[in-house]
């Protein structure tokens, strides 16, 4: 199986609100308006164009409209990444049980680390200057703010 790139979006993709209440995170259309995270984003289509099976790999709330907001929100950012390439698991739940199958390959760019320590196969942590306080994450890193070329 060819190995896949899995980007999460918020915290890599597209801007974390720190200062947002639950309330706000959980509005219909909260997440169609959060910047992007220009470097990121620029990275994802640089690979896309260069054909790499780039796929999101998000989480959601199970409340009717965060996934369609996070679909409206790469249509418009990432117009290049297909609908079969946008996979969302519910939020609170490993990303790794959202898939069927997942190749030793398949990498995980995400910012939280629980996420990365629960996927099975190959992560990199991306910092983006709210996270990585704590210091679990020993493993391969970027920062969101990389020139896209060297990401």
């Given at each position: 199986m060819t190995k896949k790139i899995y980007f999460d979006m918020d915290g890599v993709l597209a801007t974390w609100n720190t200062q947002a209440t639950l309330e706000q995170v959980a509005t219909k259309g909260y997440f169609t308006k959060c910047k992007?995270?220009?470097?990121?984003?620029?990275?994802?289509?640089?690979?896309?164009?260069?054909?790499?099976?780039?796929h999101i790999l998000s989480s959601v709330f199970m409340d009717g409209h965060s996934m369609q907001?996070?679909?409206?929100?790469?249509?418009?950012h990432i117009p290049e990444l297909k609908l079969e390439h946008m996979h969302f698991s519910p939020y609170?739940?490993?990303?790794?049980?959202?898939?069927?199958?997942?190749?030793?390959?398949?990498?995980?760019?995400d910012d939280f680390t629980d996420n990365l320590l629960e996927w099975?196969?190959?992560?990199?942590?991306?910092?983006?200057?709210?996270?990585?306080?704590?210091?679990r994450w020993k493993g391969f890193s970027v920062h969101s703010n990389t020139d896209p070329e060297l990401l």
């Open positions: 992007p995270m220009s470097e990121m984003v620029n990275a994802v289509r640089r690979l896309i164009s260069e054909n790499y099976p780039v907001d996070k679909i409206q929100w790469l249509k418009e609170g739940q490993p990303k790794a049980d959202a898939m069927k199958y997942i190749s030793v390959e398949d990498v995980l760019i099975p196969a190959k992560a990199i942590k991306v910092y983006n200057g709210i996270n990585g306080t704590k210091g």
